[in-house]
């Protein structure tokens, strides 16, 4: 599974972006997609995740301004954010827990590149 991560840039606080990751390859293993981040000095976070059936969860940081959503029919994971902190200033990575039946069950991780945030004040 390949993602290709985009939509970060900069943003005042109290302002919005929606980031989105495209899923190509094994598509059809895919679980679950995943948002990360990770700033300087901290350690990269979980900040929201979805599964294939569209049940969410959120980083506590998060909840009530971030949404985690799926286009299936375009192999498609976006990440709208809305109001905006400092704190949330990271590079946002998203993620595919996949599970391959084939010849072998491969179960793992498929990392995107990062989309910087940055918010200003």
């Known amino acids: 599974v390949q993602l290709q991560a985009s939509g970060g840039g900069l943003v005042q606080a109290g302002g919005s972006l929606r980031l989105s990751c495209v899923a190509s390859g094994m598509v059809s293993s895919i679980n679950s997609m995943e948002w990360y981040r990770q700033s300087p000095g901290k350690q990269r976070e979980l900040v929201a995740d979805i599964t294939s059936g569209g049940a969410t969860k959120y980083a506590d940081s998060v909840k009530g301004r971030f949404t985690i959503t799926r286009d299936n029919a375009k192999n498609t994971v976006y990440l709208q954010m809305n109001s905006l902190q400092r704190e949330d200033t990271a590079v946002y990575l998203c993620?595919?827990?996949?599970?391959?039946?084939?010849?072998?069950?491969?179960?793992?991780?498929?990392w995107g590149q990062g989309t910087l945030v940055t918010v200003s004040s």
């Open positions: 993620a595919a827990v996949y599970t391959h039946f084939g010849d072998e069950v491969v179960a793992g991780r498929s």
